[in-house]
């Protein structure tokens, strides 16, 4: 299959999905990666009077909605490339949005993201663009765009997918060998996702400096209590701008 295919195949695929989830039970407890990224407030060393934060790939809110219930900022920030997701982000946080702390918008992160330089004291990514945008160029422009729209002393975390692990990751398709180097399709729903040495995430967070760079085991789906099986298989990580 072409590559310049690839971004309009997961773009489909995840307005598929996202349509199909409304209709599903989603998960109502925190995820781990978001715990863990609550847990990590004191890495923002920005000296903002008003604490502001960015989720790339908001889904339907929650991760949203967990953070400032629980004090880690004072406005949200939400995007997705799929407007039933952005809508049900809106309702579910409609009272943040009618009291101005939380805005919500359609973009696909790997086109650029519509922020001003400095704009952010957290941007935070949990298995969204950061893993899903299967062009190469189109993944530069992402973690540059990051380290742009970001403060002084404003921290990125994410969670993605660890390559070291690919060969051991079981719901990974044999057939993924028709994808470039760093990308496979994974059985459930045909997603590509990409994953990452821990060389290629250091050169793209160069100017950033490293806070931490972890193998984590442990990742559930934003809909239902899917758990994925991937012993070493995420990275987790934060880089701060200095």
């Known amino acids: 299959m072409p590559t310049t295919t690839l971004r309009d195949e997961n773009h489909t695929r995840w307005t598929a999905l996202h349509q199909k989830s409304t209709q599903l039970a989603t998960r109502v407890t925190p995820s781990y990666a978001i715990k863990r990224i609550l847990a990590h407030k004191a890495a923002i060393r920005t000296q903002s009077a008003r604490r502001e934060i960015l989720e790339v790939g908001c889904g339907f809110g929650r991760n ?4 400032i219930e629980n004090g880690f900022c004072d406005v949200i920030h939400g995007i ?10 809106r309702a579910l946080l409609s009272d943040y949005v009618e009291r101005g702390l939380c805005f919500l918008s359609v ?4 086109r650029g993201l519509a922020f001003a330089d400095n704009r952010f004291d957290c941007v ?12 190469p160029e189109d993944r530069q422009r992402y973690w540059s765009e990051i380290a742009r729209i970001l403060k002084p002393g404003g921290v990125y975390m994410f969670l993605t997918v660890r390559a070291e692990a690919e060969a051991q990751i079981k719901d990974r398709l044999a057939s993924s060998v028709e994808l ?16 990452y040495t821990a060389a290629e995430i250091r050169d793209l967070t160069q100017g950033l400096d490293e806070v931490e760079l972890s193998i984590t085991s442990e990742h559930i789906r934003a809909f239902g209590d899917e758990h994925f099986d991937r012993q ?6 934060i880089f701060r701008k200095p």
């Open 80 to 89: 997705d490339q799929t407007p039933v997701a952005v809508e049900s982000s």
């Open 64 to 67: 949203l909605l967990y953070l």
């Open 124 to 135: 935070f990514d949990i298995m969204s663009a950061i893993t899903f945008i299967p062009q």
């Open 232 to 237: 070493d298989g995420f990275w987790f990580g």
């Open 180 to 195: 470039d180097t760093g990308l496979f399709r994974r059985e459930q729903d045909g997603m590509i996702e990409k994953c």
């Open 107 to 110: 973009m696909d992160a790997g």
